[in-house]
């Protein structure tokens, strides 16, 4: 007899899905400054713009802060897997991006010398939390 994984079917697998699944499937690659490529690495716009692309097929800006300026502001309370999550480091407005994962948790690749990796959004990330965002056109069902 064959067993199967127990599998929600009253919610159906989003882009935004898709584009989580693919951030995660990075996780233990480097941080590389500039990167966009699972062969070389990525940084952290570079991640979350691969996932969108390659999950949602959905295009987004290259730079953290031109993915703020393209998203859709939601609250913590209304963000969803797949949504973007933004960050003030380094004095800048907003320097960092991540995928959020849902449970006060998300995906990003956070600097030199550290890899692609899930995070609590509590401590450092909670005190430079900017807020979260919506990517227009990828918030929809994922057909197969």
Known sequence: MVSRIPVDSSKEVTLLDR???VAQKQQGKMYRFGGESPKTGFDCSGLTQFAFG???GVSIPRTAAEQYDAS???SKTQAAKGDLVFFSTR???VGHVG???GDGKFVHAP????AITTEKLEGYWAARLVGFGRIPGACKPAYS
């Open 111 to 114: 600097r030199a010398g550290k």
């Open 72 to 74: 859709v502001r939601v």
């Open 54 to 56: 390659e999950g949602a």
């Open 91 to 93: 004095g800048r407005r």
């Open 99 to 101: 995928i959020y994962l």
């Open 19 to 21: 584009a989580a699944w």
